[in-house]
């Protein structure tokens, strides 16, 4: 049983486009996190909501806006893709918001052309 | 501001041997040190949690320290093997995991 999923694996896209990408996780887990990794690899987090409210929006533009219908989800939508969007996007979800590890999807690759 | 420094360049070593990759960070006072591995195409992987009053932590061929003073964690991985192949993140963090900020990674390439 996949424990973090999203959907989905790739999304090419044109500028000036609108996309979703979802997020679901089995674990009962009451914390999730979108993470962007951008081509040098690095990790940045992006949200982290808690039971549905959201508790960090990092400087992220806001054309990117989260949104958790419940505590399994955390989808995230984007408005006029830009191609610096272009990155692989990582759904996480954490027990809660102490020390617990977190559980990482395996991204969604976003091609901004 | 906050900085974690880990080995951008990749360190290759012969099967069998033992894998010593570093985390260091400033500007921080975590509690705790988180370990993940991440392999290509994929999210990364939880390995282990150290606290900032232990000094060492293992789990089967992996061993984590944490030096406070010198504001560092190494990461071995004894009698590597060539699954052992990915990239290593460490991960500080200062109490609450609602923030955990990752270090750029190494990788590492273990050859026969």
């Known amino acids: 049983d996949t424990a973090v999923s999203q959907t989905p694996k790739y999304l090419v896209t044109q500028m000036g486009n609108d996309k979703s990408i979802k997020c679901e996780q089995n674990?009962?887990?009451?914390?999730m996190y979108w993470y962007k990794q951008d081509s040098k690899k690095f990790l940045k987090i992006m949200f982290s909501?808690?039971?549905?409210?959201?508790?960090i929006n990092e400087t992220v533009p806001n054309r990117f806006s989260p949104k958790s219908p419940d505590k399994a989800h955390l989808n995230l939508h984007i408005n006029s893709l830009e191609l610096g969007d272009s990155a692989v996007y990582f759904c996480?979800?954490?027990?809660?918001?102490?020390?617990?590890?977190?559980?990482f999807g395996n991204g969604t690759r976003l091609t901004v052309t | 501001s906050q900085k974690i420094e880990q080995n951008s360049e990749a360190l290759n070593i012969q099967e069998g041997k033992t894998a010593t990759l570093t985390c260091n960070y400033t500007?921080?006072?975590?509690?705790?040190l988180q370990w993940y591995r991440q392999d290509p195409g994929r999210g990364p992987v939880f390995l282990l949690l150290?606290?900032?009053?232990?000094k060492e932590k293992r789990k089967e061929r992996l061993k984590v320290t944490f030096d406070t003073t010198l504001k560092q964690s190494l990461f071995h991985i004894t009698a590597s093997q060539p699954a052992d192949s990915a990239t290593y993140l460490c991960?500080?963090?200062?109490?609450?995991?609602?923030?955990?900020?990752f270090g750029t990674g190494t990788r590492l390439q273990v050859t026969l």
């Open positions: 996480a979800s954490s027990q809660d918001r102490s020390n617990s590890p977190l559980h």
């Open positions: 674990l009962g887990h009451d914390t």
């Open positions: 909501y808690n039971n549905k409210e959201l508790i």
């Open positions: 500007n921080y006072s975590p509690a705790y």
């Open positions: 150290i606290r900032e009053n232990e």
């Open positions: 991960a500080p963090l200062t109490g609450t995991a609602s923030k955990l900020t």
